[in-house]
């Protein structure tokens, strides 16, 4: 550990914020915010939102957070995922990028969101190959994030912080410590968060994400939609009691509250993490066993394992041996309603389109787009009206943007949708 505390080559980050779409201009003028992240699959590194170059350029550190490269999956990563990733941390001058510690994909499955892994060792090698092929081809540190569980794998062979340990010693890699996500591992898996920080190397931290969640049918849900609770402030409190924490980032996806909340939490969250000075106790750090490689037949093995998941999760296949049906039954309604909001959202008019409806009155009198105008004039129109937009200043713009709800639609929320990504200059200046 460096002697500030903080994780070796990293710099403190202090208290952030997610950057989404929905409240970029909340975000670009929110007091309290040190730091911010942004999902890398919902932007462009060649043509950043204004909001997200604005913070760049006031030199407040954006980090782009990966969702979509399956770290976890027994193939490497998609280079053109990797490539994008690389770029965006480019484009945004980043000090480090993030990403998850789970698969997406396996055979011709697609989960569209995070399956967490078996800790095995199997899955070890796997992930540890990975993510040293990742580390290769970013131009800045990879911090890796642990997720939040609501099912358990058969026949483990390690703790949650065993495997994570070891996954940092394989690779060199950074933590992104989800206190959220430890949270969801206790309420629905029984795993104990201080045990969990008893184990890991708490040095390798490079910052701490926390986000709110509910209580639905007995299961902790890790919602993003919702306050903080006091639970995951606590764990917040012990790992300040533990290190320095160099970074704690809010997640919020969905049902924003009003700018004040956000700053209230802010401040909470700064409150929580930096009130106590010097750590009072030093991490403890137990070396775990030296594992083996478990080669090619380990590989093969876990290869079909994962796709037996997502056949089940995904494509109503049954339920792999060993693990709890009805748990998988609820993470399967969970990534078939996230995919259901994403299609409707994906479906829907894009925000030029329905700012152009809008536009259309003013620009060409009575011949409303809506009222079936052939598709040409429909594009003349949106380009014309996205051309205007560009042209208007960015002064005079409202201190906080009303949600995209107001103008029609609401985001899906879903992490790697660029619905709204790609409309940033249309609402700043509607
Ligand atoms: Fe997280």
Known sequence: MTSDGCAANLSPLGVGIGWRPEIDLTVERLPGVDFVEVIAENIDPRRLPDSLKALRDRGVPVIPHGVSLSLGSTRPPDGRRLEHLAACADALQSPLVSEHIAYTRAGKFDAG???????TTAALDALGENVRSVQAALPVPLALENVAPLFRW??????????????????NAHLLLDLANLHTAHANLGISPTEVLDTLPLERVAYVHVAGGTLRDGLWRDTHAHPVPDSVLD??????????????????DRNYPQDSQLAAELAALRHTAFRTGRPSRQPLTPRPKPLRPVGAAGQQDLQREQEDLLRCLTAGGPAPAGFDAERL???????AS?????????????????????????????HSPSSGPSSILRQIVILVGDSISRLLPRRGRPSRFPRSGAIGLPGCGMRGCKKFGVSDSWKMRL
């Open 113 to 119: 969101h995070l399956v967490p892994l078996p800790r």
């Open 338 to 366: 996230r995919k259901a909001r994403h299609s409707a959202c994906r479906h829907a008019p894009r925000p030029q389109e329905r700012n152009a409806r809008r536009l259309l009155p003013r620009l060409l009198g009575n």
């Open 329 to 335: 039954a609820v993470q399967a309604q969970t990534l």
């Open 235 to 252: 764990l917040l409190a012990e790992l300040a009691a533990r290190i320095t924490v160099p970074g704690v980032l809010l997640e919020h």
């Open 154 to 171: 058969p026949h483990e062979e390690m703790t949650e912080g065993a495997f994570l340990r070891a996954l940092v010693e394989q690779t």
